[in-house]
C-alpha cells in the first residue's frame, strides 16, 4: 500500500469535506426551489359522460360533496354541505340530516328542523358539448 | 495554515449535517382545511391522535383553530401554542366567548335558545353569588341575603330577578378575617376556579368542567361523577373557613353518590343528576340569581305528581322542540312528533321521559341509557300533603337504607 503524504491527506480530507458540504447544500437548495404550495381548493368536478346518470337518479357526490339530480328538467345538483356550520349532511329517504347539530332538509333541500336556517345550496351543473358535465361548486 | 482550512472544512460539513439532520427529523406536515374556516391548519401534524371531540364538532368541519386558537401554520410546538385560548382548556370562561361564543354556536339569541354563554356567565355555578352573600351576610358584611358580589364582574339589563349585576367579589380586602378565609380556602367549587388536588376533584373549568368527562371530549350524557367533582366531596366548616373532605371512601355507587348523612330515594342514586335537574337549573336560565335554591325548582312532584294532580306532560307537535335537539345530541331515546314526555312547570321538556299507554312512565337514563318505569302518585296509598313536596318530606317513607 503506497504511503501518502501528510500533505496529501490534508488536501483529501479537505476536498472531501468540501465535496460533501457541496453535495448537502446542494440538495437543500434543490428541495427548496421544488417546494410545493399545497394544491388550492377544487371547485370544477368533471362528472363524466350525462348517460352515466339515468334520468330520475339522485346521485351522490361524496368528492365534492353534492347530490346530482336528474329530472324531466334536466341535471342539477345540491351542495350537501349543511348551512348552519358546514358539516356534511346525509342523505336518507326524508331528505337529508345533518349528523352534527341535527338540521333537516327536505329532499328538495329546504330546511325543516332548525338549527340551519338557509336550504342547502343549489350548485351549476353543465354538459359539455361532447356530453360531459361539469359541477363548479362556486 | 492546511490544517486550519481541514478544520474549517470538517466544522462547515458538521453544522450543514446537523442542519440536515435536525431537519429530517420535523415531522411531514399534515395539513387540514376545515370546512368552516377554510383556511390551512397544520395542528394534525402531532396531534392526529387525538380523539374527536364530539360528533356536533367533527374535526373536518371545525378543525382545531376555530376553537383552540393558536397559529395555525406553525410546525414548532412552542410557537404554534403560543397563542392558544385557555391553554388547552378553550372553553375557561375567560376565553369561552371567542372560543364557543357565535350567533350559530354557544352566544346566539335567547330565541333560538343559544344563549348558552349568558346563561353560564350568570349562573350560580359560574357566580358563586349565593355562597358569597351568605358567607358576608353570616359575618356582618351585608345585612340581607341578596347577592352584590360574584366570582366576576357581571351585569344583566334584561334580568327577570331584579339582579341587574354582580361587583367582583375580593375577599383579601374585606376586613373580616373569616371572609379573607372563605376566599382563601373555600372557592374551589365554581366554574372558573381551579379544583382542589386528588382524583376526586379533577375536572376542568368552564364548559368542560361539566361537558368533559375524558380528555378532548364533550359530551351531554353526564354522570354523576361528574357533577361530584364538586357536589357531596364534603363541607365547608364555618369555624375553621376550611373544607373538611367526607371521611369515608365510598366505592360503590349507593354510598358515593351523596354524603353519608344525607338522605335520598332509590330513583335519586339510581339515576344520574342531569335525568331530573334542567338545563336551565344546572347551566342556569339567563339572570342572576342569589342563591341555588332560586333557580332549582325540579322535584319529585315533578315527575311524580302529587295526589290530586298527575305530572304536567306535553306532547310534541313542532319539529323545532328542544326536546328533539337534546335528543340528537344525546341519542338514548328516538323520539318524534305526537310522543307525550313530561315538562317542568317552566315548560322544560324531560325528554328523556315517555307517557306510556298503561299510565306509567318510562324515563331512560341519560348517562346509563337504563330504561326506569315509574308511577304517578295519585291513586296510591300515598298521604303526602299537597303542600309539602320538598324532597325531605318524601324522604321520611321513601329513603334508602345504605
Not at chain 2, 93 to 103: A, F, P
Not at chain 2, 199 to 222: E, K
Amino acid at each position: 500500500m503506497p504511503e501518502i503524504s501528510r500533505r496529501d491527506f490534508l488536501k483529501l480530507t479537505r476536498d472531501g469535506f468540501l465535496y460533501l458540504s457541496g453535495a448537502l447544500a446542494l440538495s437543500g437548495l434543490l428541495r427548496f426551489l421544488s417546494f410545493q404550495t399545497e394544491p388550492a381548493l377544487q371547485t370544477e368536478f368533471d362528472l363524466g359522460p350525462a348517460e352515466n346518470y339515468p334520468l330520475n337518479s339522485r346521485t351522490f357526490l361524496a368528492d365534492v360533496p353534492a347530490i346530482l339530480l336528474h329530472t324531466n328538467n334536466g341535471f342539477s345538483a345540491l351542495s350537501l354541505t349543511c348551512t348552519h356550520l358546514g358539516c356534511t349532511v346525509e342523505h336518507n329517504n326524508d331528505g337529508f340530516t345533518c349528523p352534527c347539530h341535527g338540521s333537516r332538509y327536505d329532499p328538495a333541500g329546504n330546511v325543516t328542523r332548525g338549527p340551519a336556517k338557509n336550504p342547502l345550496r343549489p350548485l351549476l351543473v353543465e354538459k359539455t358539448p361532447d356530453g360531459l358535465l361539469i359541477l363548479y361548486t362556486n | 495554515m492546511r490544517k486550519l482550512i481541514v478544520v474549517a472544512t470538517a466544522i462547515l460539513f458538521l453544522s450543514l449535517s446537523l442542519a440536515w439532520w435536525l431537519n429530517a427529523r420535523q415531522p411531514k406536515p399534515v395539513e387540514l382545511i376545515p370546512a368552516l374556516t377554510g383556511q390551512s391548519e397544520y395542528c394534525l401534524t402531532c396531534h392526529a391522535d387525538l380523539p374527536e371531540i364530539s360528533s356536533s364538532h367533527p374535526i373536518k368541519t371545525f378543525g382545531c383553530v376555530r376553537c383552540h386558537g393558536g397559529e395555525r401554520l406553525a410546525l414548532d410546538a412552542s410557537l404554534a401554542h403560543s397563542t392558544m385560548r385557555g391553554g388547552a382548556n378553550p372553553s375557561d370562561l375567560s376565553v369561552v366567548e371567542i372560543s364557543c361564543g357565535g350567533s350559530n354556536c354557544h352566544s346566539g339569541s335567547e330565541a333560538d335558545d343559544r344563549n348558552h354563554i349568558q346563561r353560564v356567565m350568570t349562573s350560580v355555578q359560574s357566580t358563586y353569588a349565593g355562597a358569597i352573600a351568605n358567607i358576608r351576610f353570616t359575618f356582618g358584611a351585608q345585612t340581607d341575603l341578596i347577592a352584590h358580589f360574584g366570582i366576576n364582574a357581571i351585569t344583566d339589563e334584561e334580568t327577570k330577578t331584579g339582579l341587574t349585576s354582580l361587583s367582583a367579589f375580593n375577599p383579601a380586602s374585606d376586613d373580616n378575617s373569616f371572609i379573607q378565609k372563605f376566599g382563601d380556602n373555600c372557592l374551589t367549587c365554581h366554574l372558573n376556579s381551579i379544583p382542589r388536588e386528588g382524583p376526586l376533584y379533577a375536572r376542568q373549568t368552564g364548559c368542560a368542567a361539566c361537558h368533559s368527562t375524558a380528555q378532548h371530549t364533550l359530551t351531554t350524557a353526564i354522570p354523576y361523577t361528574q357533577c361530584n367533582a364538586c357536589h357531596n366531596r364534603g363541607n365547608y366548616d364555618l369555624r375553621s373557613m376550611t373544607f373538611m373532605e367526607r371521611a369515608d371512601q365510598p366505592i360503590i355507587r349507593i354510598e358515593d353518590y351523596y354524603q353519608p348523612i344525607a338522605q335520598f330515594t332509590q330513583c335519586e342514586y339510581t339515576l344520574d343528576c342531569v335525568d331530573c335537574h334542567t338545563r336551565s337549573e344546572i347551566m342556569g336560565d339567563g339572570d342572576i340569581h342569589s342563591n341555588q335554591k332560586d333557580i332549582q325548582y325540579v322535584q319529585c312532584k315533578t315527575c311524580h305528581g302529587t295526589l290530586t294532580q298527575l305530572p304536567l306532560t306535553t306532547t310534541l307537535t313542532d319539529p323545532n322542540d328542544i326536546a328533539f335537539r337534546m335528543s340528537f345530541l344525546n341519542p338514548v331515546v328516538d323520539i318524534k312528533i305526537g310522543d307525550t314526555m313530561i315538562v317542568t312547570e317552566k315548560g322544560e321538556p324531560l325528554w328523556n321521559t315517555r307517557v306510556l299507554p298503561d299510565g306509567t312512565y318510562e324515563m331512560i337514563g341519560k348517562a346509563t341509557r337504563q330504561k326506569f318505569i315509574f308511577r304517578p302518585v295519585m291513586g296510591t296509598a300515598c298521604e303526602q300533603k299537597p303542600d309539602e313536596q320538598g324532597s325531605q318530606y318524601c324522604h321520611k317513607c321513601h329513603s334508602v337504607e345504605r
